[in-house]
């Protein structure tokens, strides 16, 4: 296989992956998010964020994640902080104990679902693919120069 051919099938298995997700959350009534929701409120799991910088992390734009973000806030699963910056007023995201707990939840149900599709690897190929995953993702992270996690 060419290094080209290998970047395209990474580029293809990423829109279909997200595809499934997308779908995933659609027909998975339990989930009660949508998955740009779902991203949102995982990402805030891992730290608190200004809205512009979330956007950067999910790589959306801030007017994308607007709508979404409001209706997290109005089902009480994540709060807006005010807080000064730079002498600033500026709100920052905070998931809150109902988001987690959500997060937690739909975390489970996913995983459930990545189990039933990923059998076809045994253990010791599923802890291999998943750490070869992890030193791409490392290495395309460092040669763009930006931090995801």
Same mark, same amino acid.
């Given at each position: 296989?060419?290094?080209?051919?290998?970047?395209?099938?990474?580029?293809?298995?990423?829109?279909?992956?997200?595809?499934?997700?997308?779908?995933?959350?659609?027909?998975?009534?339990?989930?009660?998010?949508?998955?740009?929701?779902?991203?949102?409120?995982?990402?805030?799991?891992?730290?608190?964020?200004?809205?512009?910088? +979330?956007? &950067?992390?999910?790589? *959306?734009?801030?007017? =994308?994640?607007?709508?979404?973000?409001?209706? $997290?806030?109005? #089902? @009480? +699963?994540? &709060?807006?902080?005010? *807080?000064?910056?730079? =002498?600033r007023?500026?709100?920052?995201?905070? $998931?809150?104990? #109902? @988001?987690?707990?959500?997060?937690d939840?739909?975390?489970?149900?996913?995983?459930?679902?990545?189990d039933?599709? $990923?059998?076809?690897?045994?253990?010791?190929?599923?802890?291999?693919?998943?750490?070869?995953?992890?030193?791409?993702?490392?290495?395309?992270?460092?040669?763009?120069?930006?931090?995801?996690?």
């Amino acid at each position: 296989m060419t290094k080209q051919g290998l970047f395209y099938k990474l580029i293809v298995s990423a829109r279909i992956s997200q595809v499934c997700a997308i779908r995933f959350f659609n027909e998975n009534k339990k989930a009660d998010i949508t998955f740009n929701q779902y991203e949102i409120l995982s990402a805030l799991k891992n730290g608190n964020y200004y809205q512009r910088d +979330l956007a &950067k992390y999910l790589f *959306k734009g801030t007017s =994308n994640l607007s709508k979404d973000i409001k209706v $997290l806030e109005n #089902k @009480g +699963l994540l &709060k807006r902080i005010m *807080k000064t910056n730079n =002498n600033r007023m500026v709100k920052t995201l905070h $998931l809150t104990q #109902k @988001g987690k707990n959500l997060i937690d939840k739909n975390e489970d149900l996913i995983e459930n679902y990545i189990d039933d599709i $990923l059998k076809i690897y045994n253990i010791q190929e599923y802890k291999q693919f998943e750490q070869y995953l992890d030193m791409l993702k490392d290495k395309l992270t460092e040669s763009v120069g930006m931090i995801l996690e």
